[in-house]
């Protein structure tokens, strides 16, 4: 008798926290009343309040930079993040968590390699055309653009981007941050 009540119990609990989640998470996250689904939609939820608080972040640092027409060398200084040695990007099979970030008062750019592919991550004002010229920067650099997820909160947006790194790849992770941050540049725009 008690193994049952403990499971009842457990349902009850269960049940009553389900209530709660899908009480706090917009209804058009939870397609069906069934327990997948209602966590499925609160982990996409909390997936977008991540990427808008990284947005409200990105903007607060921009705003204690001091404003520039656009990025210069000086402003353009890659950080390495957990890189053992110059590592590029490429097609073996020793994959860890590298990263490498360029931020200037226009934009911060972040790459981190996961798995097979590259997570590029960039949160800037908004500005029209940007998104296809980050896309056509990408795709001259033998980069393939698998999944684009946009965010945008008043100003400011946040592109996130997973590529798949093309045979012929050789960049530095470094280096593709700056060539993704350059493409807000009016030098590298009349460029392309």
Known sequence: MSHIAVERNRRRQMNEHLKVLRSLTPCFYIKRGDQASIIGGVIEFIKELHQVHQALESQKRRKSLSPSPGPSPKTLQPAIHQLDS??????????????????SSIADVEV??????????????????????IISVLESLSFEVLHLNISSMEDTVLY???VKIGLECQLSLEELAM????????ETITAL
């Open 86 to 103: 110059y590592s590029r990007i490429g097609t073996d099979n020793s994959f860890k968590e590298l990263g490498a970030s360029c931020n």
């Open 179 to 186: 060539k993704v941050q350059q493409s807000f540049s009016s």
């Open 160 to 162: 996130h981007f997973v």
């Open 112 to 133: 981190k390699i996961s798995g097979s592919n590259v997570i590029l991550k960039v949160i800037s004002h908004r500005i029209l055309g940007q998104v296809a010229k």
